[in-house]
């Protein structure tokens, strides 16, 4: 494809937009219908099902807004302190965490391996 001017792509799917509908009523893919007016459209396919959403079915192409939370969600902020008792607090594990270690240990680390251990 080559770069095109910005919207000359959806200027050459409105002049066919009444072919392309006329053969989506018949029944034809919207895959099938794109192959065959690709070259007039110069579009990807995700733009051309784009297209045929808001010209033509008279969708919006945008994503479902989140509901908001259901009831049975808000439930549980709504419990009574008994039944918020029952959590326990986190805490963490204690940590052993020594600055300096053994030397031994260090020789250890730091020396080859023998082929011993697999």
Same mark, same amino acid.
């Given at each position: 494809?080559?770069?095109?001017? !910005?919207?000359?792509? =959806?200027?050459?799917?409105?002049?066919?937009?009444?072919?392309?509908?006329?053969?989506? =009523?018949?029944?034809?893919?919207?895959?099938?219908?794109?192959? !065959?007016?690709?070259?007039?459209?110069?579009?990807?396919?995700?733009?051309?099902?784009?297209?045929?959403?808001?010209?033509?079915?008279?969708?919006?192409?945008?994503? /479902?807004?989140?509901?908001? /939370?259901?009831?049975?969600?808000?439930?549980?902020?709504?419990?009574? /302190?008994?039944?918020?008792? !029952? =959590?326990?607090?986190?805490? /963490?594990? &204690?940590?052993?965490?020594? &600055?300096?270690?053994?030397?031994?240990?260090?020789?250890?680390?730091?020396?080859?391996?023998?082929?011993?251990?697999?």
């Amino acid at each position: 494809m080559t770069p095109n001017k !910005k919207g000359m792509a =959806r200027v050459r799917f409105l002049a066919l937009r009444s072919v392309i509908a006329e053969e989506l =009523r018949q029944g034809y893919n919207r895959s099938d219908v794109f192959q !065959k007016h690709h070259d007039a459209l110069q579009m990807s396919y995700s733009q051309f099902t784009r297209h045929v959403r808001k010209f033509i079915l008279g969708q919006s192409f945008q994503k /479902p807004k989140k509901e908001p /939370p259901s009831a049975s969600s808000t439930a549980l902020a709504k419990q009574s /302190p008994k039944a918020a008792s !029952k =959590r326990h607090a986190f805490s /963490p594990r &204690p940590l052993n965490f020594q &600055p300096s270690p053994d030397p031994e240990l260090i020789a250890h680390w730091l020396s080859p391996a023998n082929g011993s251990e697999k």
